[in-house]
């Protein structure tokens, strides 16, 4: 009792001097920002799936303390190839959020967004929820126009791709969209970034549905003829059918939204409620406090690392060191290999086996 009371104190006044800092001050963004998520990778040992490099480790402590950079600190100040005269920063956030021309830095987003929705879709596998990756079908059926919509490419074609489609507990479907955030002069700005913790991820949770509504109507308008500003469209009328899309956000300190929360819940309820003997528990209790713990862990450490790997890749534009960034992204195609090798599970081992949960019981992978 007396600890707690000393350190609830100490973070008191601990708080008081990051508030007292300038809004801009990355650590008092990064203090605020960071939650549960940020810290996953302090606290958890090393195994298949969560392997880090020294490299990512240190932009990921950085990230978190809202320290500057290790790998953009020495290019700090110079201007960054291709970004019409911007500026490096200490702490890489320009480099985050730039467009760089000639350049296809974009997959590195794309990277960033799929190794944590991966996560999330093999934990949803493994733990038998009822759901899907990015669903296609669900829109296309509501299109009339077909003279125009046939001339798109199958991608296209569907209107709206989300990442998942997962049927809660209530047996009511839903719609889960994973967005990447980056710090950067707007991103993280507003009294709930500077007082909430995860406020700027939770801020950006919000606006998930309504882009997906205006991607509805902009479907309806050009694909069913409805006028511009009218709504009540087909494609709008399916949408509102799944109600809120979830948006599942990763902030660049690691953090995550609460939707991410309101997921791991119904992993742990789904997961615990089916595979709670195969994982040699007493309870559903037991079992469903475990599973969250065990997705929190993955989920937590893809995030920070999926922040820190996307500054390693983007510094290699103001080194010209494009060489030792394919032998990173080499490494880390055959470290995802290596999990997934991991995941499937050895010598005919089931899904459970990825955690140790006994063989021979539950689906195949």
């Known amino acids: 009792m007396i600890t707690l009371q000393r350190e ?3 973070h008191k006044a601990l708080e008081e001097d990051i508030t007292a800092l300038n809004d801009q001050d990355q650590r008092k963004k990064a203090f605020f920002a960071t939650n549960w998520a940020s810290n996953r990778w302090v606290a958890s040992v090393p195994s298949a799936g969560n392997e880090c490099t020294n490299s990512e480790i240190w932009e990921m402590a950085a990230n978190y303390f809202g320290t500057p950079s290790p790998a953009c600190k020495p290019f700090a100040g110079r201007n960054i190839p ?16 730039l467009k760089i021309e000639g350049w296809s830095g974009w997959q590195q987003y794309l990277k960033q967004h799929n190794g944590v929705k991966n996560v999330m879709w093999d934990l949803g596998e493994t733990f038998s929820w009822d759901g899907s990756c990015e669903p296609f079908g669900l829109f296309s059926a509501h299109i ?3 003279d125009a919509f046939m001339l798109q490419n199958r ?5 709206i791709i989300p990442d998942f489609l997962v049927r809660g507990s209530d047996e009511r479907q839903y719609l889960g969209d994973v967005k990447t955030l980056h710090s950067s002069n707007n991103t993280y700005r507003g009294a709930d970034a500077r007082r909430e913790p995860a406020g700027a991820v939770n801020r950006r949770q919000k606006a998930v549905h309504k882009a997906y509504v205006r991607a509805a109507k ?22 509102g059918e799944y109600g809120r899309v979830r948006g599942y956000v990763f902030g660049a300190h690691g953090e995550a939204s609460s939707d991410v929360d309101e997921f791991i819940d119904m992993l ?8 709670w003997r195969d994982m040699g528990c007493r309870s559903q209790k037991e079992a469903g406090a475990v599973i969250k713990s065990m997705a929190r862990r993955a989920i937590g450490i893809e995030a920070a690392r999926g922040a820190a790997r996307l500054k390693l890749a983007r510094i290699t534009v103001m080194s010209g060191d494009m060489k030792q960034a394919a032998s990173r992204r080499r490494r880390q195609r055959y470290g995802y290999r290596a999990r997934r090798a991991h995941q499937r599970g050895l010598s005919g081992f089931r899904h459970n086996d990825r955690y140790g949960f006994g063989g021979g019981h539950g689906r195949r992978w």
Request: charged share 25%.
């Open 155 to 159: 991608q296209q074609r569907q209107a």
């Open 268 to 275: 742990a309820e789904f997961g615990s409620e089916r595979t």
């Open 218 to 239: 902009k479907a309806d308008v050009k694909y069913n003829n409805i006028p511009p500003g009218l709504g009540g469209g087909p494609v709008e009328n399916k949408l």
């Open 144 to 146: 009339n126009r077909l």
């Open 8 to 10: 609830t104190i100490r």
């Open 82 to 97: 291709g970004s019409r005269n911007k500026r490096l920063d200490a702490y890489g956030n320009n480099l985050t959020c």
